[in-house]
Antibody, heavy 121, light 107 residues
Framework: EVQLVESGGGLVQPGGSLRLSCTAS????????MNWVRQAPGKGLEWVSF????????YYADSVEGRFTISRDNAKNSLYLQMNSLRDEDTAVFFC??????????????WGQGTLVTVSS | DIQMTQSPSSVSASVGDRVTITCRAS??????VAWYQQKPGRAPKLLIY???SLQSGVPPRFSGSGSGTDFTLTISSLQPEDFATYYC?????????FGGGTKVEIK
């Protein structure tokens, strides 16, 4: 059974840092690209970042470029998001999601339960 | 960037109703659309991928159609467990983008 479990959320002051983790099980982690998606309270879904299976292909949303860093450790079946210079508007539930591409068409087939990040003084 | 515009933002419907949600892409994205269902406090769940392919385990009352810039999610006969928020997504071209969501509420 595929499982994705996020951790590392919490309360942080503006300008602070936080590192999120997503631990995967039930599939060969290195064969899949992974993403972070966030959802501010009462708002819609916002894609944050992508990392390819080998870790070499990386993309970010403009809203986090230069402040957030995505990484992975395939030996530990883990995905990470290092978040620096946090702002009030980064307050959200952060989900990790597996991206599956078949014949050039992609989708997010599995999601974690999310971890809440609150940025407030 | 490819913008995904969903409509309506909310719809009130009764059990047994047919519900249609539309999603328009700002440029031609062929058949690269996925649809997700999200219930309060829960993670999104994949319903449809590649515009019209039903994810395993999803009831056949859900269907998707469209190509190019215009896409549709249809629930043929709304069930109590379908009251939720639905999102379209273009998952192929970076930055990946979601529609704003459609909340399906009880009438």
């Amino acid at each position: 059974e595929v499982q994705l479990v996020e951790s590392g959320g919490g309360l942080v002051q503006p300008g602070g840092s936080l590192r999120l983790s997503c631990t995967a099980s039930g599939f060969t982690f290195s064969r899949y690209s992974m993403n972070w998606v966030r959802q501010a309270p009462g708002k819609g879904l916002e894609w944050v970042s992508f990392i390819g299976g080998s870790g070499t292909d990386i993309y970010y949303a403009d809203s986090v470029e230069g402040r957030f860093t995505i990484s992975r450790d395939n030996a530990k079946n883990s995905l990470y998001l290092q978040m620096n210079s946090l702002r009030d508007e980064d307050t959200a539930v952060f989900f990790c999601a597996r991206r599956l591409c078949t014949n050039g068409v992609c989708h997010f087939d599995y999601w974690g339960q999310g971890t809440l990040v609150t940025v407030s003084s | 960037d490819i913008q995904m515009t969903q409509s309506p933002s909310s719809v009130s419907a009764s059990v047994g109703d047919r519900v249609t949600i539309t999603c328009r892409a700002s440029q031609d994205i062929r058949g690269w659309v996925a649809w997700y269902q999200q219930k309060p406090g829960r993670a999104p769940k994949l319903l449809i991928y590649a515009a019209s392919s039903l994810q395993s385990g999803v009831p056949p009352r859900f269907s998707g159609s469209g190509s190019g810039t215009d896409f549709t999610l249809t629930i043929s006969s709304l069930q109590p467990e379908d009251f939720a928020t639905y999102y379209c997504q273009q998952p192929n071209s970076f930055p990946l983008t979601f529609g704003g969501g459609t909340k399906v509420e009880i009438k």
